[in-house]
């Protein structure tokens, strides 16, 4: 974060309190991510069971990270299969 001679930009990653530390502390300039609103979205074509993994890999695995997400969308079609299935 001080290695102007080596970094032009920062984009940090993760909590909030990580981002404010890097923002308050970098020498470089800093791209402030905030909190973001991920979604996981699901095609008619998805593979149905490694659908079910991503959701649940990324609703339960480490739900504080930034790889979290807060809404899986789906087309009327893929939650029609989801459902018969």
């Known amino acids: 974060m001080r290695l102007r001679e080596y970094l032009d ?4 990653s993760g ?6 530390f890097a923002v308050e ?3 470089v300039l800093v791209i402030e991510p905030g909190a973001g609103n991920t979604h996981l979205f699901v095609y ?6 490694e659908a079910i993994r991503a959701i649940s890999n990324a609703k339960t695995s480490q739900p504080a990270v930034c790889n979290d997400a807060e809404k899986v969308l789906f087309t009327k079609r893929s939650l ?3 459902y018969q299935s």
């Open 44 to 49: 008619d074509s998805a593979d149905h069971e």
């Open 80 to 82: 029609r299969t989801f």
């Open 9 to 12: 930009i920062l984009i940090p």
């Open 25 to 27: 502390n970098a020498h």
């Open 15 to 20: 909590s909030k309190t990580f981002i404010d």
